[in-house]
Every structure is written in structure tokens, then in C-alpha cells.
């Protein structure tokens, strides 16, 4: 069973950094997308960074592009996202999430299969 549990959120003055992590578990598939997307109150959720698991190759989303990174440490199962220079219409509940792929990684959320309960980021 797959298990994704993001942590590391919290409140942050604009300008300021946070770096969150997403720890999974039975995932045993070798082609895989793993993201990170973010939801505001009364807003849709949208994607903010993927990463694909061959290669590396990444894809973000347009007003986090220069801000934010998306890395991942295999050893340890788990995938980070460095977010800097934040700003307050970056706050949001930010969920981990994972799908089966053979290529590109896409941020369309109906795309991925595996949710992590999310974690609350707050900049004011």
C-alpha cells in the first residue's frame, strides 16, 4: 500500500523560505512521477513542481519557476521541495503526490493515483 506523508510546512514572512518533505513508502514501481501541488480555500487544486523518477527531469509550474525546486533522495524514499523568495499567494494547504509514467510528468492533478494528507504553508 502506498503511503505518502508530507511534512515541514508552517508560517513564513514573504520573502522568507521553507523547505517540504513528502517520506514514501510501498511504492515499488520504477517509472514514476512524483509532485507537489497546492490548494487555496475557495480555489482549485493546482501543481506546482514534478519530477520524474528516470532521469530526473523536472516541470514546474509558472509563478513558482525560479523559486521553487523539486528534488528527490532515493536512498531515503523521499521527495523535498525547496520553496524561497515565498509570497503570500504561495499560501496554501501543499499535498504530495504520486502516479505510474512512462514519461513526461505532467501537473494535472486528476492524472495521479496517490495522495498524502498535506501540509499547511502560511506566508504573512
Known amino acids: 500500500q502506498v503511503q505518502l506523508v508530507e511534512s515541514g510546512g508552517g508560517l513564513v514572512q514573504p520573502g522568507g523560505s521553507l523547505r517540504l518533505s513528502c517520506a514514501a513508502s510501498?511504492?515499488?514501481?520504477?517509472?514514476?512521477?512524483m509532485g507537489w501541488f497546492r490548494q487555496a480555500p475557495g480555489k482549485e487544486r493546482e501543481g506546482v513542481a514534478a519530477r520524474y523518477s528516470r532521469g530526473g527531469s523536472t516541470n514546474y509550474a509558472a509563478s513558482v519557476k525560479g523559486r521553487f525546486t523539486i528534488s528527490q533522495d532515493n536512498a531515503k524514499n523521499t521527495l523535498y521541495l525547496q520553496m524561497d523568495s515565498l509570497k503570500p499567494e504561495d499560501t496554501a494547504m501543499y499535498y504530495c503526490?504520486?502516479?505510474?509514467?512512462?514519461?513526461?510528468?505532467?501537473?494535472?492533478?486528476?492524472?495521479?493515483?496517490?495522495w498524502g494528507q498535506g501540509t499547511q504553508v502560511t506566508v504573512s
Open positions: 503526490a504520486a502516479r505510474v509514467s512512462s514519461s513526461w510528468c505532467t501537473l494535472t492533478a486528476q492524472q495521479y493515483n496517490y
Open positions: 510501498g511504492y515499488t514501481y520504477s517509472r514514476y512521477c
